[in-house]
């Protein structure tokens, strides 16, 4: 069965730290990629996805990712995190256009 | 903006009662998921529907029943609640297709005792 592994269970960072959290996910075809955040007490909202065409994906409050086909990887970046972005971060790989998998989750700590 | 609600924020039931969880969504979508969220593990699929009537299995539909009588509602039941189904239930929509993205509501916190 297809899998979606992010490395980090739990980051702690101080403010102004460059962020990356890993995300691979095994073999299955096509895929469509996805970073989903949940703030505290709030509900999960998309952060960015992947479909096609350039790599490196924009998406909002500065994250971006990169999807490199070859490491099955799409790792999220931050240069510089603030006390805001203490979230759960959830990546997700939708297979041959067909159901969606999540990762287990990363828990990010900003202090401030 | 799409809007997906869920009947209840937190939920206290007794082993054995049957639950019911609704979800309801505002933006004509076609796909409705219901997940559970667990520490460590992530969102795992229960159930999840492409029509109206229609519904598929997830990873993990053993003691769970889903209903979808109506496009915008689509409710997870519970038949005989166990402890091992105390949990975060998030109920999501997307728009065409399974793979697109996924609005997803506040959860329901369940504590069966």
């Known amino acids: 069965a297809q899998s979606v592994s992010q490395h980090n269970h739990h980051v702690i960072l101080s403010e102004a730290a460059s962020l990356e959290l890993g995300c691979n996910y095994s073999?299955?075809?096509?895929?469509?990629l996805f970073w989903y955040v949940q703030y505290p007490g709030q509900h999960l909202q998309l952060l960015l996805k992947y479909f096609s065409g350039d790599p490196l994906v924009k998406g909002i409050k500065g994250f971006e990712a990169e999807f490199i086909k070859s490491k099955f990887s799409f790792n999220l970046r931050k240069p510089s995190v603030q006390w805001s972005d203490t979230a759960e971060y959830f990546c997700a790989v939708s297979y041959n256009n067909n159901d969606m998998r999540f990762g287990a989750g990363t828990r990010l700590t900003v202090k401030p | 903006d799409v809007k997906v609600t869920q009947s209840s924020r937190y939920l206290v039931k007794r082993t054995g009662e049957k639950v019911f969880l609704e979800c309801v969504q505002d933006?004509?979508?076609?796909?409705m998921f219901w997940y559970r969220q667990d520490p460590g593990l992530g969102l795992r699929l229960i159930y999840f529907s492409y029509d109206v009537k229609m519904k598929e299995k997830g990873d993990i539909p053993e003691g769970y029943s889903v209903s979808r009588e109506k496009k915008e509602r689509f409710s997870l039941i519970l038949e005989s609640a166990s402890t091992n189904q105390t949990s975060m239930y998030l109920c999501?929509?997307?728009?065409?297709?399974?793979?697109?993205?996924?609005?997803f509501g506040p959860g329901t916190r369940l504590l069966v005792l």
């Open positions: 933006m004509d979508h076609e796909n």
């Open positions: 999501a929509s997307s728009l065409i297709r399974p793979q697109e993205t996924q609005y």
């Open positions: 073999y299955g075809g096509t895929v469509n």
